[in-house]
């Protein structure tokens, strides 16, 4: 089984930035649209932002014009540039495949652990 590791979250005042960072599996970066999901506390996970192959992007209404998505492909990763953070980004933030599909889990690929973003008022 493969995982993706993510990095870069922290505690942040409303206001401030962060930049995480998503280490992916070349097989699956390489064909996928890859994005940011992130799970509040008693919240379904949700998609924050995507990136096709062809470096397309998606935003999610609540992120757009803060949050910027990019990915370098001769490393395999994923960046995720968090501009204005509000309370409401609190969350813990994962990296993956969109969409996360029973295709990408036969083939071994799971969730990481995400990353911890905290932003206080």
């Known amino acids: 089984q493969v995982q993706p590791v993510e990095s870069g979250g922290g505690l942040v005042q409303a206001g401030g930035s962060l930049r995480l960072s998503c280490a992916a599996s070349g097989s699956i970066f390489s064909q996928n649209t890859m994005g940011w999901y992130r799970q509040a506390p008693g919240k379904q996970r949700e998609l924050v932002a995507s990136?096709?192959?062809?470096?397309?992007?998606y935003y999610g209404d609540s992120v757009k014009g803060r949050f910027t998505i990019s990915r370098e492909n001769a490393k395999n990763m994923i960046y995720l540039q968090m501009n204005s953070l509000k309370p409401e980004d609190t969350a813990v933030y994962y990296c993956?495949?969109?969409?996360?599909?029973?295709?990408?889990?036969?083939?071994?690929?799971?969730w990481g652990q995400g990353t911890q973003v905290t932003v206080s008022s």
């Open positions: 990136i096709t192959t062809g470096s397309s992007t």
């Open positions: 993956n495949t969109v969409p996360y599909s029973l295709r990408i889990f036969a083939q071994g690929h799971r």
